[in-house]
């Protein structure tokens, strides 16, 4: 009750939540009383929590920011929702995003945009703006979310808050709308890396309704929490430190650098030399894979259908005309393109190939170090409208990011302290592959 009256009184502002049903709340709530009671309670049974948009829960409106699934109530629960089910957590709400994921700032919602709760001037990053959002402003102790090309770690970073995006395969995708398949990964977002860690305990696991869920044993994310840092090889790469990162980020990284170093930790400079193939590379490959999901929307079996068309090749192009945003759209045209014959050799293979040299490249910085330390994003929040009528300029944003899930690694981004006008930095930490305990012990060490 005490999160639903935040979310009711600090909502109509910030617009961190696209759906809000009390009821339904109310109900969950009781049920893990009763489990309490009855002597069943795990150790998050009666937590509450906030499931961004993209995430199918059975009765849910389940939007993904867009008009298209603007009536959508989902029929069944997705993993994630079902594995936070069974642990006794309580559904909030469903927080805003930008549609279908695409986006860095949560402009791209068809819900209109999240305010950043440091500066409701700011953007709150993207696309789980809404998740991170309502972390920020305690409307939730914690939210899921999920990472394409940095869609946790830039909103964390944005808001103040930790995000952890996990190794690929270790979150099952299965009932979580499709945006890039090869590339997304759901995560949790919390105050601290110690919540996060709870919360992936729950999230993470095998599933054999994702084909790329990883047959892994299950781990305690926790168990590292307290380890000392002494020794830990922290790789600064020489590519994300130069020309392109703000000032004011660079010195709340560097202050955050010494403060790993007064924990025991070692700073060597490392290089991951092909860092700006990254986004050409994302951007071919995100859209390729984006134009082939997004095909199921046709009107058909459920979404936006439009009210008046003359034939069945209308009612798809009218339907989708109607549902789609901008920024949407303009992904299904690149992914058509670059999968079209005659360009796929030119755009969509050459991008495979980079996405490969990118993940050598850092597997050649892990040879020296075990966590590489990079900014979140080259600048703290902009400005709500500053980057909204220039695509390119929101996907540069994206630099420090898209590595990392075109590698398919793990990363978390924790806050550090503040840039210009008091607005949030966030610190990203990347591992290696499985390494998420040791990302989250090193953040809780920091914290
Ligand atoms: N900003 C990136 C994009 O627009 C990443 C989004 C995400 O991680 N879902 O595609």
Redesign the pocket.
Known sequence: SHYLDRIAAANPALNAFITVDREQTLAMARAADASRAAGQAGPLTGVPIAHKDIFCAEGWRTTCGSKMLDNFVSPYDAHVVAQCKAAGLVTLGRTNM?EF????SNE?SAYGVVRNPWDQTAVPG???GGSAVAVAARLAPAATA???????R?PAAFCGVTGLKPTYGVVSRYGMVA??SS??QGGPLAQTAEDCALLLNVMAGFDARDSTSLEVAKEDYTRELNQPLKGLRIGMPREYFGAGLAADVMSAIEAALAEYRRLGADVVEISLPRTELAIPA??VI?PAEASSNLSRFDGVRYGHRAAEYENLADMYEKSRAEGFGA?VKR?ILTGSYVLSHGYYDAYYLQAQKVRRLLSEDFQAGFAQCDVIAAPAAPTVAWNIGEKSKDPVA??L??IY??GV?LAGLPGIAHPVGFGSQGRPVGLQLIGNYFSEARLLNAAHQFQ
């Open positions: 930008d994921a695409m986006g860095s791209n993207g696309s789980s999920t990472d394409t090309g940095g869609s946790i830039q945006y890039a590339l997304d994302y951007y995100a920024e992904r929101m996907y944003a994206d990011t898209l899930n």
